[in-house]
């Protein structure tokens, strides 16, 4: 073969070379600047200001809206609960089913069931056994911080953000736009008050609805408090609501006997 034919290969050759170095060149460039765009949509929706959406102002009376809730039988919950007292934390998740006259507590810790409290009637039966104030906090706190609208023989403050339901011993303060509660106390028989802060309200979608293609808000209670602080002394029972269902009385006269 000649000088000259040999020469002609290499130069085809080494042009076949650049243009596939060519080629791998913008495709490495492409697929930079792909990632880079992708990383800064990512870091724009990151730094968005995120919308969180509150509940509308009621468009019921307090009336209205009382009635509503005591045709409720029962709610259950499932909890995530922190109880604390002084430096000591004690954490787990809980279920929870209450009505007026019973309670019943689940307490797991690493999916194992670590305690259990019912109450029937003011029975009181646990396991492990609770002393005087985690009784308190866990069946008075809970029951009447759920059941808030289940007080009696009250009286109605109207301030200027706020409905205050009084009676000998409970108050509860309830936001004047939402109707939901923000704030209870109550005065136990033995002179110790309990203290419940309310927060976070969340839009209560039921179960059956969650996967649905549009879903629907419960009708009875659209809207909960998800974050429930209840204190008694120097005990502290942190509660996150994770999920709220109700249950509806057939009979809603026989409950107001």
């Not at 179960?207 to 204190?231: C, F, G, H, M, N």
Request: aromatic residues 8%.
């Amino acid at each position: 073969m000649s000088r000259k034919s040999l020469n002609i290969s290499k130069t085809r050759s080494q042009n076949s070379e650049s243009r596939i170095q060519n080629k791998r060149q913008k495709t490495t460039n492409l697929l930079f600047w792909l990632l880079a765009s992708i990383f800064c949509i990512l870091l724009l929706s990151s730094c968005a200001p995120k919308i969180v959406e509150r509940p509308a102002p009621a468009r019921i009376t307090l009336n209205d809206l009382l009635a509503r809730l005591n045709t409720i039988q029962s709610v259950e919950a499932v909890l995530a609960i922190d109880y604390e007292k002084g430096d000591s934390v004690m954490s787990g998740d809980g279920f929870l089913n209450v009505s007026d006259d019973s309670l019943n507590l689940r307490i797991y810790y690493l999916g194992f069931l670590a305690g259990e409290v019912n109450e029937e009637h003011g029975v009181v039966k646990s396991k492990p056994k609770l002393d005087k104030n985690k009784s308190a906090i866990l069946i008075d706190g809970l029951k009447n911080s759920f059941l808030w609208w289940n007080i009696k023989d009250y009286t109605v403050q109207e301030r200027d953000d706020t409905y205050v339901l009084k009676n000998y011993s409970r108050t509860i303060v309830l936001s004047k736009e939402t109707l939901l509660p923000v704030q209870q106390t109550i005065e136990l028989d033995n002179g110790n008050q309990l203290n419940i802060h309310y927060e976070e309200p969340v839009k209560n979608i039921p179960k059956s609805e969650i996967k649905a293609p549009q879903p629907q808000q419960d009708t009875l209670v659209p809207w909960y408090q998800s974050r429930l602080t209840i204190q008694l002394k120097k005990h502290l029972v942190k509660v996150k609501v994770k999920s709220y269902t109700i249950a509806k009385a057939k009979d809603p006269e026989v409950r107001s006997q």
